[in-house]
């Protein structure tokens, strides 16, 4: 166990049980290698909400006003961002298929070489993102509207709740099953129709 009593952790993720990263407040980055926890040197000290780990070599994390930074299996180096906007979760398909949400309605996408802003058509503030497949993900936001992402439009799920949500995951061996989590013990279950 780590414990820090000055710095509050966001987001983790790993490739493996001896490869796990761990940020939070101040640009702080932990890392998990299977023995004991070590703090990495980071290139930012702004507070970063998200992790996602592509593989050992290929790791991402978000943060305040729109830092990116990534790791090479060697050191951490800021990205140049799409974006100002806080982001508050990252996830993807693999290190060149890269997805982040965030305020304002953001999301951005990486193709291995820059980051781009999607148009989403709202302002609401994205707190989850989660898929099996560029395809396929899914984003839920402030207001309880989850939205499925195809390429460069979202399309919004009938609407089950007016509480915000703060977590979205899809089952990897069936892509037609979405749940969403939020505040006030919001469970929601999707199951969309198979083509």
């Known amino acids: 166990m780590y414990v820090s009593p000055l710095i509050g952790f966001a987001g983790v993720s790993g490739s493996s049980a001896s490869d796990v990263f761990v940020v939070g407040a101040s640009g702080t980055i932990l890392?998990?290698?299977?023995?004991?926890?070590?703090?990495?040197?980071?290139?930012?000290?702004?507070?970063?909400?998200?992790v996602w780990a592509a593989s050992p070599r290929d790791v991402f994390a978000v943060g305040f006003a729109g830092t990116i930074i990534h790791y090479d299996g060697k050191v951490w180096r800021l990205m140049q961002s799409a974006t100002g906007s806080d982001l508050t979760?990252?996830?993807?398909?693999?290190?060149?298929?890269?997805?982040?949400?965030?305020?304002?309605?953001?999301?951005?996408?990486?193709?291995?070489?820059?980051?781009?802003?999607i148009?989403?058509?709202?302002?609401?503030?994205?707190?989850?993102i989660y898929g099996t497949s560029a395809g396929n993900f899914f984003v839920a936001n402030l207001v309880g509207e989850v939205f499925l992402a195809k390429g460069n439009s979202l399309t919004r799920l009938p609407r089950l709740t007016n509480k915000g949500l703060s977590g979205v995951w899809v089952p990897p061996n069936d892509p037609f099953e979405v749940y969403a989590v939020g505040i006030e013990g919001v469970v929601l279950h999707y199951e969309r129709a198979h083509p």
Do not use: C
């Open 31 to 50: 890392h998990y290698d299977g023995v004991s926890w070590q703090e990495m040197e980071s290139p930012t000290d702004e507070n970063l909400f998200a």
């Open 89 to 117: 979760a990252v996830w993807g398909v693999s290190g060149g298929a890269v997805y982040a949400v965030g305020s304002v309605g953001t999301l951005l996408r990486y193709t291995g070489r820059s980051w781009s802003v």
């Open 119 to 128: 148009e989403t058509g709202t302002t609401v503030p994205f707190n989850s």
